[in-house]
């Protein structure tokens, strides 16, 4: 409760955190709540911002990953000291390695029982320290307005990802006098510099089989315009990795989608013919390049916002580290049009054309048989958060993509579970219509959180491929040993399950139902989910 001291406006610690929250730009903190974050909460509810309690704290961290991921302002989730933390750590670490920017916060006991053993205490700032930006204890009221500005100036800085702050509860209920850091523009890389531009110009010229390869970054800095741009003018066939999917249309001729799509990997072996690569905001962390480049004999143009990692695979000719769109432009404005040429000739069309081909009646149902009916029940601009597992494969390979960020992939820790959660907070997040595809396994992981969902009147649908098994890792077995074991499940009626949260669900069978399951659900704006059981 404010307060006048001496004719100083007086607040708790928490107040203030709050009030800081709300410079940041902040709506929404997802979170389950707890006794240690007791005065965070009722700050939160006296303030502008929404908190949403949430079913567990992965699911939480989630959210606010793909909050990120999406509208590049960082995401908020929260949780309780000790197993509240711990819980967290998954969705955090999740948006350090696909470099989304997100804020943690974490509730601790008091500062007098820190020094001994204490129920449910841990050195959780300790235990975060190998998984974030930044992380840091807020010791004392008086440094909350600079641990919450730099919490998010490193959170959302590129290359962005996550950052922790721990608020003891005793700190939270201190009184103090302050008020938030003004926010300021983000900080820009400069342009690129003459020398690389050239050298990059001149190697992709001179290049008999050049490719172009946009990465997680090349999407994340809204680069897009500029790599369709160049791709356009000077005739250079593109790839994308997972996380870069939508970079340019793939119905562009010059798309070859993902690195591995195509019925045979074709776009796979395309790269591998390439001599020369321009890797366009790509981090090694998405696919590793020793698939791409396993001989060390091509030459690579490296274009993002900070050097490339020291790798064998990957050790650029040239290396440009300046904003992505203006070193984009600053090497198409040194090379004549059509400098380069699509020598892949037809594969585009073999691609797309396997990638949007409907299932014949008598086809199996597979997860990639089902993307092309699911692709035509979505428009560009709708969004779909793919989960792990082998459908996520299919997702990555066989799913085009017109737009950038309208398909999420986890590639960098690649964890199971996101899909739900994600949904929801890309429901929140975009004007558009949104599409979960996960597997039975990821689903149930985090399938409560339909309930937070359901409370807030969100509308998305849920495609689970239910193959009572975790079939990633069954089919991996098979490929080395010929046979699996320890990956069989068994799940509940799903369909009821999801109508218990007042959801309306479906079960097709046959193409016929499950193409009018898609054409009814995706559009509709209300919670939805599909179970499609896989033969």
Known sequence: MDGDVD??????????????????????????????????????????????????????????????????????????????????MTGVADAQLDKSP?????????????????????????????????????????IVPESVRKAFKLAEYEKPGATHLEFPEDVAAAEIDGEPISTRDPVRRPDPDDESAERAARLLAEAERPILLAGNGAVRTRASEHIRAIVDRVGIPIVETYMGKGAISDREPASLMTLDSGPADEAARAIERADCVVAVGYDIAEHDPAGWNPDLEKTIVHVDYEPAEVYRHYNPDVEIVADVGAALEAIDERLADEACSLWCGDLHDQLLEAATEPPAADDPITVRNALPLLREAMADSDVLVSDVGS????????????EPNTCVISNGLASMGIAVPGALAAD?????????????????????ELETASRLDCGFTTVVFNDDDYGLISEKQDEHRGEHTGTELSNPDLVTFAESFGIKAYRPEGWDEIEAAFAEAVPSNELALIEIPLE
């Not at 500062?111 to 204490?118: A, G, I, M, N």
């Not at 459908?391 to 017109?402: E, G, V």
């Not at 975009?430 to 979960?436: H, Q």
Request: hydrophobic share 40%; charged share 20%; net charge negative.
């Open 428 to 448: 929140l997040a975009v004007d558009a219509n949104v599409v979960a595809g996960t597997g039975d396994g990821g689903f149930m992981m985090n399938a409560a």
């Open 102 to 142: 997100v804020v943690a916060i974490t509730g601790q006991g008091g500062r007098e029982r820190l020094h001994k053993e204490s129920h449910q205490a841990l050195d959780v700032v300790d235990i975060f320290e190998p998984i974030v930006a930044w992380n840091s204890q807020i010791a004392e009221p008086e």
């Open 391 to 402: 459908h996520k494969m299919a997702i990555a390979q066989a799913f085009p993509t017109y």
């Open 7 to 88: 004719g100083r406006t007086m607040q708790t610690a928490a107040d203030l955190l709050v009030t800081c929250l709300e410079s940041e730009g902040v709506d929404r903190v997802f979170g389950v709540p707890g006794e240690e974050i007791e005065d965070l909460l009722f700050s939160l509810r006296d303030s502008s911002i929404r908190f949403v309690p949430t079913r567990h704290e992965q699911g939480a961290a989630f959210m606010a990953d793909v909050h990120g991921r999406l509208t590049g302002e960082a995401g908020v989730c929260c949780s309780t000291l000790g197993p509240g933390a711990t819980n967290l």
